[in-house]
Nanobody, 126 residues
Framework: QVQLVESGGGLVQAGGSLRLSCAASGRTFSSYAMGWFRQAPGKEREFVAAISWSGGSTYYADSVKGRFTISRDNAKNTVYLQMNSLKPEDTAVYYC???????????????????WGQGTQVTVSS
């Protein structure tokens, strides 16, 4: 089992940047594929980015490709989401999630993921 805690959210102007972090408990972090999802008010939770256990494979939603970068540091049990060129439509609660890598390499399907954090709010003003 793994517990996930997100941080790094906040208020930023359009065009700005933020880096989200997700700290995972446990000593088997490297055996999990990780992902980021987001949910805006009144909308369904949507996929943002995913990364394999080694970091060798990544996958992005079209809406963030070229602006967001997912990465991980297995020695620090942490996954990151670097968000650049932020837009007002990126405003949402961002969630970190995990799934054992023996089941999933990378996935944009939220139903694949077993563990979720509590979320961190990102607000982009125009």
């Amino acid at each position: 089992q793994v517990q996930l805690v997100e941080s790094g959210g906040g208020l930023v102007q359009a065009g700005g940047s933020l880096r989200l972090s997700c700290a995972a408990s446990g000593r088997t972090f490297s055996s999990y594929a990780m992902g980021w999802f987001r949910q805006a008010p009144g909308k369904e939770r949507e996929f943002v980015a995913a990364i394999s256990w080694s970091g060798g494979s990544t996958y992005y939603a079209d809406s963030v490709k070229g602006r967001f970068t997912i990465s991980r540091d297995n020695a620090k049990n942490t996954v990151y989401l670097q968000m650049n060129s932020l837009k007002p439509e990126d405003t949402a609660v961002y969630y970190c999630n995990a799934v054992p890598s023996n089941r999933v390499n990378v996935s944009g399907d939220r139903l694949e993921y077993d563990y979720w954090g509590q979320g961190t709010q990102v607000t982009v003003s125009s």
